[in-house]
């Protein structure tokens, strides 16, 4: 099964050009030590080692505290087997992104959360706004899931108004939408790609640019809607939209 790693050498030398980075030196040495009767498990294993110690030790944080920020269901994502390809797409789809990051001049943190995600953060400044940016790149499924965060934590009073003005925004999105979390009132904007066949430079380039301006371009309407600060129209409308419910309500509780 050792050529499970030679298969990740080739494929990391392929993507750098022929460079031999710290990671396909530590797999030539990994692959030596296991020989060729390794099990496939434990090949699979030593690969995932392999990449968590390249990461520096810094930007490798376990989050498990946060971690149904990324799955509903934490005890079938630990047990997740992630086949050799999968995990050629995940290595190589995160180091594109590290690298039109660190061009773009932004600093960023890297963090495993799991052997099938990585996630990578970082901040950037739109319009006078400072947008929180997350990349979720996971195998099983093959997925990029791109989010922008912004500088807003809604007032759980307003939650109902709100969601139902970010369902007006998200009607006339052609792709992506707005996301609202009731439990920490954080509002972001993000758009999943799938990567089965990989992800290429340019167009990660326009998914993240369209996320970013998406989420900028509604941040003032947003944020109005996030503390109650509504216009007379905005604010009749919504006790007219109370006033109906609470009569249905009234109307359909039996004694």
Known sequence: MSNLLD???????????????????????????????????????AALAVLMDCLPQDECEGDEENADDVTENDEETEEVTVPSRDMDIMIRTRRMVQEF????????STRLLRKNIV????????SANR???????????????????????ADLTYAAPLSRFLAKENYHKRFGCFKY????????YEYSVLTDFGLCREDFSKYLSAVIG??????QKIRS?????????????????????LEELDGSCSE
């Open 181 to 188: 979390d009731e439990r920490d009132g954080e509002i972001c």
């Open 225 to 245: 809607e996030a503390v109650g600060k509504y216009t007379k129209t905005r604010s009749d409308e919504i006790k007219s939209a109370c006033k109906m419910l």
């Open 119 to 126: 996630i990578l953060e970082f901040m950037c400044v739109v």
């Open 214 to 219: 998406s989420a900028s371009s509604a941040y």
């Open 131 to 153: 947008l929180r940016v997350r990349i979720d790149i996971e195998a099983v499924p093959n997925v990029c899931r791109i989010a922008a965060y912004l500088p807003i934590s």
């Open 7 to 45: 298969k990740m050498i080739e494929a990391l030398l392929k993507d750098s050009g022929g460079v031999e980075s710290d990671v396909v030196q530590a797999l030539r040495i990994k692959c030596a030590e296991l020989g060729e009767d390794a099990a496939e498990e434990e090949v699979r294993t």
């Open 101 to 108: 990051i660190k061009d773009e001049g932004w600093s960023y």
